[in-house]
């Protein structure tokens, strides 16, 4: 790996906060470097003083701010709501802003590009393929088969057990670090990656929706859900605790009969609100 | 045919050839290992009904179940629609080929 320091200038007329007194100096490698270029001469290393709580994002956007503007880097909520800096930080995608320097435990950060997705510049990818998975397994509630005795609009009540089937699938926040660490998805390019299939249980699992043989036919495919391995590595990496490959299991152990849809009808649900108000 | 159906004879047939082979394997060892496989003996098994039809159902398990575990394999390596019906030809016909060529020589012996 060729290595090139790019130092900082002086930064002692710019007003920014400086770190307190427990700093230190950590390397940060960044894969550099377009779609076609070779990797192996593909990093350039910064020098950059980083505290307790610096984030990797945090280093990255010194690096850029002051050693480097070249460097393309993407992020926006800075909290792990957004997934838009998803990388690969030391070997294993995480999200920049939700990974502190003091927690990877070294001084030498390498920070590259999302593998199983096309590489648009530096740490940058592009998720159009990522994006068009999610849309193809039609992620939103659909009532097809509304119940004609109920004449009035009313909301769509759930039981706090209802929303416990589907709950910690709807805190993907589509960052693409699940999709970046499935082997399938490194094969098979039209496997939905975990991310889409979770998605699938997700809006299966909810009493809501009816669109129960609509979804499950966009995932019974020759490159579907059954292309999974299980080899567990979506769940692992997840920055926001939703484990996809349990998702992938629970609807594969329904398509296969073992389990049951624990969905109740919606006429039901709105008669029981109805007599309870 | 559905990929789930496929992928539900898949699994069964995996579990039935586990059974049916561990009876093949059972049935050895009740004569001494090295008798098991004399000439006499290995026709005698077959001219037994119950042992070739044992025989043939290991046959025809195994070679669905592998044939399909193949054709999955092949199907990851690359996606195209002139790939995948190559693959599902070829993997079919392969499968038809080794339960008639064995199912063949089980009724030869057999007869
Ligand atoms: S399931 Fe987790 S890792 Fe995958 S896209 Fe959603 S939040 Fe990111
Ligand atoms: S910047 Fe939004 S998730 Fe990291």
């Known amino acids: 790996m060729k290595k090139k320091f790019l130092l900082a200038r002086d930064t002692s007329e710019i007003n920014l906060p400086r770190a307190s007194d427990d700093t230190s100096d950590i390397v940060l490698n960044i894969y550099r470097g377009g779609p ?173 929706d009816d669109a129960v043989e609509k979804r499950l036919s966009i995932v019974d495919d020759k490159h579907g859900i059954w292309r999974c391995h299980f080899a567990g590595s979506c769940s692992k990496v997840c920055p926001k605790g939703v484990d996809p490959a349990l998702g992938i299991q629970m609807l594969r152990s329904h398509m296969m009969s073992i389990t049951k849809k624990p969905k109740k009808r919606l006429a039901e649900l709105r008669e029981t609100s109805r007599e309870g108000s | 045919m559905r990929e789930s159906t496929v992928m539900k004879i898949h699994y069964v047939t995996g579990l039935a050839a586990l059974l049916t082979v561990a009876v093949h394997v059972m049935m050895r060892v009740i004569t001494p290992f090295s008798m098991s496989l004399e000439y006499e003996n290995v026709v005698a098994n077959y001219q037994n009904i119950l042992y070739s039809l044992l025989l043939e159902s290991i046959l025809i398990l195994v070679s669905i179940h592998g044939f399909n575990g193949l054709r999955v394999m092949l199907l990851e390596l690359r996606q195209d629609a002139k790939w995948e019906k190559f693959v599902m030809l070829f993997t079919l016909t392969a499968m038809l080929v080794v339960i008639g060529y064995g199912t063949r020589t089980i009724i030869i012996v057999s007869g």
């Open chain 1, 36 to 208: 076609n270029q070779k990797p192996e001469n593909s990093y350039d290393s910064y020098r950059v003083p980083v505290s307790r709580w610096t984030t990797v994002l945090d280093a990255l956007i010194y690096a850029k701010e002051r050693l480097d503007s070249s460097v393309a880097i993407r992020y926006s909520c800075r909290m792990a709501s957004c997934g838009s800096c998803g990388m690969k930080i030391n070997g294993i995608p995480r999200l920049a802003c939700y990974t502190k320097i003091s927690e990877l435990g070294t001084h030498t950060i390498t920070c590259e590009p999302l593998p199983n997705f096309p590489l648009i510049r530096d740490l940058v990818t592009d998720f159009q393929e990522f994006f068009d998975h999610h849309k193809k397994i039609q992620p939103y509630i659909q009532n097809l088969h509304p119940d004609p005795s109920i004449d009035k609009l009313s909301e769509f009540e759930q039981t706090p057990q209802q929303v416990d089937e589907f709950l910690q699938f709807s805190y993907c926040i589509k960052c693409g670090l699940c999709y970046s660490a499935c082997p399938t998805v490194a094969t098979d390019t039209k496997f939905p990656g975990p991310q889409a299939l979770a998605q699938a249980y997700r809006y299966f699992a909810d009493s809501r």
